[in-house]
């Protein structure tokens, strides 16, 4: 079971930071990943993490969000600095054949 948590309103230019739970997986071996489905599109990757730590980002995050995990919780995080209002969707923790249930990031302008 996978439980996002974190989501919110934001102005542009704010903070937030993800959090996703997760238990019934071993966690540590495997990658993680977060996406998001903005209104009437598709949903998109935004980050992943292996289980070494290795990170990468889509062109429109890069260098304002930040993503990673920490085995001793169980949890994986998406720090996403600098927000824009094209940042406004729900995002999804993923690992594979498992998706979170969502959490809702709006950010106004």
């Known amino acids: 079971q996978l439980q996002a948590s974190g989501g919110g309103l934001v102005q542009a230019g704010g903070s937030l930071r993800l959090s996703c739970a997760a238990s019934?997986?071993?966690?540590?071996?495997?990658?993680w990943a977060w996406y998001r489905q903005a209104p009437g599109k598709q949903r998109e990757w935004v980050a992943i993490?292996?289980?070494?730590?290795?990170?990468g980002y889509a062109d429109s995050v890069k260098g304002r969000f930040t993503i990673s995990r920490d085995n001793a919780k169980n949890t994986v995080y998406l720090q996403m600095n600098s927000l824009k209002s094209e940042d406004t969707a729900v995002y999804y923790c993923?690992?594979?054949?498992?998706w979170g249930q969502g959490t809702q990031v709006t950010v106004s302008s």
């Open positions: 993923y690992t594979p054949s498992k």
């Open positions: 019934g997986i071993v966690f540590s071996e495997n990658a």
């Open positions: 993490i292996s289980s070494s730590g290795n990170t």
